[in-house]
């Protein structure tokens, strides 16, 4: 079946520490590949995609995620964490002829001073 | 303010009562989606618009939720007869069609609660 798994259901950072959170895909091309984030009580901001070409791309508040075809893995990382990404991440995929999204679980992440 | 807009925020309601959300997309786009998320979940997908049609709608869509799209521009999504587990945060997307245009946005949401 179709899917996004986002492994973690939570983690904690300290506050300047490095960060990863893990994504993978399940579907039979390479889909659009997102990364959301959302604070308490918030929509959804996007942070990064990837449609093609570089598979390391850039997003905004310094982080940037890798496309990783061989391991369908579309992993977020930030080389430090500071108190106010503490929120929600989701990493999502848009397939077929419109935009329809389908997000993984989400990772909830804390940060620690 | 250009991006998807959503009303009411917040809305409280005891069980059985009705309630209707509105979205309001971002001008030109003519694809417009709503997506349900329960605590502790990812969004999920519940039904679709291109314009004023209505092209796909989820298995979460029961028969207590109808949603349209009248004119093609905003859109409701009304729940009769709420029940404890539709209390959730109801999120509106909307997007172009064409070629090239591969995302879409999303609204603040419009957290329910029933009570």
């Known amino acids: 079946a179709q899917s996004v798994t986002q492994p973690d259901i939570h983690i904690t950072v300290s506050e300047g520490a490095s960060l990863e959170l893990r994504c993978n895909y399940s579907?039979?091309?390479?889909?659009?590949l997102f990364w959301y984030v959302q604070s308490p009580g918030q929509g959804l901001q996007l942070l990064l995609k990837?449609?093609?070409?570089?598979?390391l791309v850039q997003g905004i508040k310094g982080f940037e995620a890798e496309f990783k075809r061989s391991q369908s893995s579309f992993n977020l990382r930030k080389p430090s964490v500071h108190w106010s990404d503490a929120a929600e991440y989701f990493c999502a995929v848009v397939h077929g002829g419109y935009q329809k999204v389908t997000f993984g679980t989400g990772t909830k992440l804390q940060v620690i001073p | 303010d250009t991006g998807v807009s959503q009303n009411p925020r917040h809305k409280i309601t005891k069980r059985g009562q009705n309630v209707t959300f509105r979205c309001d997309p971002i001008?030109?786009?003519?694809?417009l989606y709503w997506y349900r998320q329960t605590l502790g979940q990812g969004p999920e997908f519940l039904t679709y618009f291109q314009n004023e049609a209505q092209l796909e709608k989820s298995r979460l869509l029961s028969d207590r939720f109808s949603a349209e799209r009248p004119k093609g521009s905003f859109s409701t999504l009304e729940i009769q007869r709420t029940e404890q587990g539709d209390s959730a945060m109801y999120l509106c997307?909307?997007?172009?069609?064409?070629?090239?245009?591969?995302?879409?946005?999303f609204g603040q949401g419009t957290r329910l609660t029933v009570v």
């Open positions: 990837y449609f093609s070409g570089d598979t």
């Open positions: 001008s030109e786009h003519n694809r």
């Open positions: 997307a909307s997007s172009l069609a064409g070629r090239g245009a591969t995302e879409a946005f």
């Open positions: 579907y039979g091309a390479t889909p659009y």
